[in-house]
């Protein structure tokens, strides 16, 4: 809004000067002072604008220069000058702008990575949006996050373009002592190139490869992955500062990466690689918080809970292994019919507990049938043998259920779940 406003009373002082002097024949010398601030507020909006401004200011009065320069010197010398100042104000304000920009931009880069880092329901989308934003920040067309295991192995790969590299490639060049992504990671070099024939992550590809920058991430001294961005345009080089930029992000990213981990240990299930106890508990808390404080009737959060029947036998056959394997098999089909806005968290061991927004219990009970369905009659693998399971599950609605805390919550479904088993399991109950 601000950029638009300078830009109008811009041009309409502009327009208002020359008018005045081809119209009504108002002497330039007078009214040409006035352009100054025209000068100012160009130079404000970029640097190049407020330089080209004067400099077009100056061909439009070359004539006017010319034709002084026989009759009075002395004004001529004057457009002149002003011009020249013209000129030094327009660098001057354009510097100072371009300081406060990148001081602005840190400052941004941090507040909205920490905005980013704040919704971890989904690691995989937090380093995805990281990558994103990277790309945007940065103008590249491509950006990728590469991150190893603390023996140097290549733990995952995120990047904002739907085209990943080869993994496997990429474990190649982390082992090869010679390429420069092994060289980021074991000697913490930064690097950027603005000769078309060089690839951070493939080495030589060609004339097509991209331009690109690529650094460490760093964390305590211990490096944990790459940043690569890459340039799409041929007309696009980067520049040693951009590359002190993108290292000093780096540090930023490193240090939200690691509270991500830590994070992630906290709330998340490791196993699983979804949310825990802790936030579940904290989730639930505060739907509740917010179903007090705003008495509103119209917002239903629908809770379920899913407890895998028999499942200790898994456990007394086929040991740990095998019921993990049905746990992770049991999520993947789980969130397969639940929407992408709905919440699943593991409670603990084989319970769970989902969240459904706006949904009543009718709903809600049809969505769970239909994975109950579905889930008793699919045949899980276990050491190449068939397997069959069921769930049992019970409901409450938010505020239809009277609870007014998370112990409350659990209580009304673990009682409700109780009742459930009774039936003969395999069974959904919401009353």
């Given at each position: ?224 992955g790459v940043i690569t961005v890459e340039s799409g345009d041929r007309y696009r080089n980067y520049s040693k500062e951009e590359l002190k930029n993108l290292y000093e992000y780096a540090a930023i990213v490193g240090i939200l990466s ?174």
């Open positions: 809004m601000r950029r638009r406003a300078a830009v109008i009373i811009g041009v309409l002082l502009t327009v208002l000067v020359f008018a005045a002097y081809y119209l009504y024949n108002i002497d330039l010398v007078y009214t040409h002072w006035i352009l100054l601030i025209p000068v100012i507020l160009f130079a404000y909006i970029d640097f190049n604008i407020g330089i080209y401004y004067s400099i077009g200011i100056g061909l439009s009065t070359i004539n006017y220069i010319v034709t002084l320069s026989v009759k009075d010197r002395e004004k001529s010398i004057l457009i002149v000058e002003n011009i020249v100042i013209f000129l030094i104000v327009a660098y001057v304000i354009g510097v100072i702008v371009e300081r406060i920009k990148k001081k602005d931009d840190k400052l941004t880069a941090y507040s909205d990575l920490v905005k980013i880092s704040s919704e971890r329901e989904d690691r995989d989308k937090f380093y995805t949006q990281m990558a994103e934003y990277t790309s945007k920040k940065f103008e590249s067309e491509k950006t990728y996050l590469i991150f190893i295991t603390k023996d140097n192995f290549l733990d995952r790969v995120f990047s904002d373009s739907k085209e990943m590299p080869d993994k496997k490639e990429i474990e190649d060049k982390i082992r090869d002592e010679e390429s420069l992504i092994s060289k980021v990671l074991s000697n913490g070099e930064i690097f950027y190139s603005n000769f078309t024939e060089m690839d951070i992550r493939f080495e030589t590809k060609g004339k097509n490869s991209p331009k690109f920058m690529a650094v460490p991430i760093e964390v305590k001294g211990k490096r944990i690691e509270n991500m981990e830590y994070y992630k240990r906290g709330f998340y299930d490791e196993l699983l690689e979804i949310p825990g106890d802790r936030y579940i508990k904290k989730k639930i808390e505060s739907i509740i918080e917010d179903k007090n404080r705003r008495n509103d009737l119209s917002v239903l959060h629908t809770i379920a809970m899913l407890d895998i029947d028999n499942f200790k036998k898994i456990n007394e056959i086929y040991g740990a292994i095998g019921g993990d394997i049905i746990l992770k098999k049991s999520v993947e089909m789980f969130k397969e019919i639940l929407g992408e806005n709905d919440f699943i968290g593991r409670l603990s061991g084989n319970t769970f507990i989902v969240i459904l927004e706006n949904k009543g219990k009718y709903i809600t009970k049809d969505i769970l049938e239909e994975l109950r369905n579905r889930y008793m009659t699919t045949e899980l693998f276990i050491k190449e043998r068939k397997v069959k399971m069921t769930f049992s599950a019970s409901i409450i609605s938010l505020p239809m259920d009277s609870v007014d805390s998370y112990d409350e919550a659990r209580d009304l479904l673990e009682k409700r779940l109780y009742r459930a088993k009774l039936t003969g399991k395999n069974f959904i109950l919401e009353y």
